[in-house]
Every structure is written in structure tokens, then in C-alpha cells.
């Protein structure tokens, strides 16, 4: 970015770019908070390192980019719903995230984006990977995206990969209805509202299938879409240290959590921002 008033250090050629010289914890001007967004919309992930951003802190400067919203499954922390904690802890084999997938598309109108601050991690693991959603479309034959833009795909909360990242959360801090089953509607290619670029918009953890398809119908179609729109060359990979921070646009990025340091406790907080409904 031409002029920024930071320095931008792009992270793979596909997608990601950690942010040096600014404070997020101080009182940002309109025009910084433009020029971060419009980093977030050029780069789709956007990450910065030794930020001071306790929960109320990190509230403020969440709002700065959207409304925060509460996560239907896991309470927020004590005077901060919005903020849950994303923990592993020791003992734990499974962790919160640990598949791919854009967050919540179960719910009608799902994140924009999502802030996630580390406050305590492993020595080694615990990396965050993430994946380019447009590259994932425009990669597709011309035929092959005519289809998906004709299908709809129908997003569960309860797919079996991704309830089992939550069962731990969900027995220390679940909501009055952990089980609440939701489900949501939305197109299989989705137009950024701001950008205008079209966007793969199915993932692994929530997609069940396409509307007016059966299961065994569509299940061939989205094991083709979900091993390829996390091919290699749309990736990039972050590692964590404590007072790390990434915002990322559910909207055209995907991510995983990686799953390789059991033994070890790794602490994070993670708000999410109203989204619109996927055009």
C-alpha cells in the first residue's frame, strides 16, 4: 500500500500481511482505521505483533471495524460477552478450530470478520493457516464456476468435524443451549459487498450439501471443493506469540487451527463481526 501511515509486510504471495508501527490499543484516527481496512481488503488477513489489547481494549478497537456479536455456543467472558476465550488446555487432545472453514455459516447472516488476540501459547505449534477464497474460485474452469454459481449450499452447526473442536468449550462454558441446531442457506460462490470480487463460499466443517441435491448427490462435488480450495499455493501460515493479533475477512478467507502441541496450553480471545447475508 502506496502512503500507508504503517509498514506492510505481505506474508505469501496468496493472501496475509503482518502490520508494524501501530499501536492498536491508542486512540486510532479515522484515516488509520481506513488504511488498516483497506489493508484487510487488499490482503484478506492482516496480523500484528506486541499489542497491549486486554478484553476491553480489544472490544474498543473491534468496534472500530464493525458491530461484535456473541457467539451462539460458548459464553463470553465475565462483563465482555462478545469476547470468548479459545483455549486448549494440556489435557486436551482436540482443539477449538482445528478444521477448516469460514465461522459460523450455520447462522443467516454470518462474521464479516473476526479479531483473535493470543494471550498464552505453546513453545512450538499452534500456528493458524489460512486460505484465499477468491484464488480458490478464479482458479476453477469457467464451466466449473458457471455451476457453483447456479448452487446453493446448506451450512449445519452440528456437522460432526466441526462439533467435536467445541465439545471441551462447550462442557466448561457452553451457553444455556449448547445443542441448538442452526442452519443457514447461502450461495456456493458469494460476491464480496466491497470488493466485488466472487468468493468460494463452502467449507468442510459446516457444508452438508446443496439445496435441491441429496447428500450422496452432492458429496463428490464438495470433496472436489474442499481439497481444492485449500491447495497449497492459496495459503499462508502464522505463528503466534503472546500479544499477537489477526483480523481476517470470513467473507473470502478460510482458516484452520493447527492441532500439534498437546501437553501445552495455548489461550486466546476472539471476537467476531456482524456480517451481511451472502449474496
Partial sequence: MRNAPFELRPLAGALGAEIRGVDLAADLSDGMVAALRQALLDRLVIFFHDQDLPPGRLLALAKRFGTPNEYPFVKGLDGYPEVIAVTKLPDETVNFGGVWHSDTTYLQEPPMATLLVAREV???GGDTLFANQYLAYESLSERMQQLLCSLRGISSSTKADASRTREDRIRTDGT?????????EHPAVRTHP????KALYVNVAHTVGFAGMTEEESMPLLGFLFRHQIRPEFTCRFRWEPGSLAIWDNRC????????????KRVMHRITLVGDRPR
Fill in 194 to 197: 466491497e470488493t466485488g470480487r
Fill in 122 to 124: 505453546p513453545p512450538v
Fill in 253 to 264: 478467507a478460510q482458516h484452520y487451527a493447527m492441532n500439534d502441541y498437546h501437553g501445552h
Fill in 176 to 184: 444455556a443451549e449448547p445443542r441448538k441446531v442452526l442452519i443457514a
